[in-house]
């Protein structure tokens, strides 16, 4: 019954207040029944709670996942302007997560202004910085992968070339 597993999922949240696994679950959970606002809340809360605490790396990672999937939502209800802002708090909070800059980056391909070209350089400059942020972590290919996924066709071969090397 999702009105009981909604229920359960605020409870919970009330209780373990920096439990970002519930408020991730509390976010789905809204978004399916379309309770667009109430799952910005939670997502909002959630980063906000867990930003001013912050335990390691791991918690950091997690306020990526639900940036990404709160810019998502905003995405889907044409809110792009707001998307972006999350995915540059995202972004300052949790500059080595790889997931962050990439989603970002897809962001600008498909809704920066100007041409299609225009729109690349928007992507591989946040790709680029993205890198940079990254440092030898265990995202850094991801980010090669879509740098040369993002370069026009004649200059894919020379960035999978640098990503190797």
């Known amino acids: 019954d999702a009105q009981e597993e909604r229920r359960t999922l605020e409870q919970g949240c009330a209780k373990f207040r920096q439990s970002l696994l519930l408020a991730d679950a509390l976010f ?89 070209v225009d729109r690349r350089k928007v992507a591989l400059a946040i790709l680029w910085r993205g890198l940079s942020s990254c440092g030898t972590d265990g995202g850094v290919g991801m980010v090669w992968a879509e740098i040369v996924e993002t370069e026009l066709h004649a200059q894919q071969r020379a960035r999978s070339v640098d990503a190797v090397q």
């Not at 390691?56 to 709160?70: A, Q, W, Y």
Request: charged share 35%; glycine share 6%; aromatic share 2%.
């Open 28 to 116: 789905v959970c809204h978004e399916r029944s379309d309770r667009i606002e109430l799952a910005e809340l939670v997502a909002q809360g959630a980063l906000r709670e867990n930003t001013s605490s912050e335990r390691g790396r791991r918690r950091v990672e997690s306020n990526g996942i639900i940036s990404i999937r709160l810019a998502a939502m905003l995405e889907r209800q044409q809110l792009v302007p707001r998307a972006r802002t999350i995915l540059d708090q995202a972004r300052s909070i949790s500059s080595k997560d790889a997931r962050v800059w990439i989603h970002a980056a897809r962001l600008e391909k498909r809704h920066a202004g100007g041409s299609e």
